[in-house]
């Protein structure tokens, strides 16, 4: 059974950008959540998507966003680059609430 | 606010000798505790779901307990593989508004 697949693997862009990140869940997972992982703030909480509806989202500013298809792979995008945006972007799903996440193994994102 | 702290933030151990990590809890409606690993350049990997005070689970030289305050992840009788990051997370909330928050993990490096 295949993992949870994210793509790119790495992105480079400049300030003022936009960027959009994929996310292929494991197949029958219909529960995808977004997670920004930096040093200094660990894991933090981006949203998190169900049967194409966002069930929760974290606090982040209006920039980062996010969607759910009909075949449950998901996209975030993130708009108006900051130098801060700089983290890994980690997608990760499971079957239901209150399960385990499998996660992928993330986009590693910089902004220059 | 709901929290997650981990301690300590890193640890060396000698192969072989046994200790412990904590993850301390502060929520308001816990409705599960999770406990994954994390290899560098990977996403974290599912290891443990605790869901009321006093169980325990057990993984080869992992035993993870919980009580209404934290949670233990014992690790007996390290070998090198076992270095990695090891990442608490907490599912707190009520209904559909729950969220998963993760602590900053512990970073732990067995010696040969």
């Known amino acids: 059974k295949a993992g949870v697949t994210q793509t790119p693997r790495y992105l480079i862009k400049t300030r003022g950008q936009q960027v959009t990140l994929s996310c292929s869940p494991i197949s029958g997972h219909r529960s995808v959540s977004w997670y920004q992982q930096t040093p200094g703030q660990g894991l933090q909480f981006l949203f998190e998507?169900?049967?194409?509806?966002?069930?929760n989202k974290g606090n982040f500013p209006g920039r980062f966003s996010g969607r759910q298809f009909s075949n449950s792979r998901s996209e975030m995008n993130v708009s108006t680059l900051e130098l801060g945006d700089s983290a890994l972007y980690l997608c990760?799903?499971?079957?239901?609430?209150?399960?385990?996440?499998?996660f992928g193994s993330g986009t590693q994102l910089s902004v220059l | 606010e709901d929290q997650v702290t981990q301690s300590p933030e890193a640890l060396r151990l000698q192969e072989g000798e046994s200790s412990s990590l904590n993850c301390s809890y502060t929520v308001s409606g816990l409705r599960g505790l999770f406990w994954y690993r994390q290899d560098p350049g990977k996403g974290p990997e599912f290891l443990f779901t605790?869901?009321?005070a006093g169980e325990e689970k057990e993984k080869e030289r992992l035993k993870a307990t919980l009580t209404k305050k934290e949670s233990f992840l014992h690790i007996t009788a390290p070998k090198p593989e076992d270095s990695a990051t090891y990442l608490c997370?907490?599912?707190?909330?009520?209904?559909?508004?729950?969220?998963?928050?993760f602590g900053s993990g512990t970073r732990l490096s067995i010696r040969p």
């Open positions: 990760a799903s499971s079957l239901a609430e209150n399960e385990k996440l499998f």
């Open positions: 998507y169900f049967s194409e509806t966002q069930r």
């Open positions: 997370a907490v599912q707190a909330g009520y209904s559909s508004a729950s969220k998963i928050i």
């Open positions: 605790l869901y009321s």
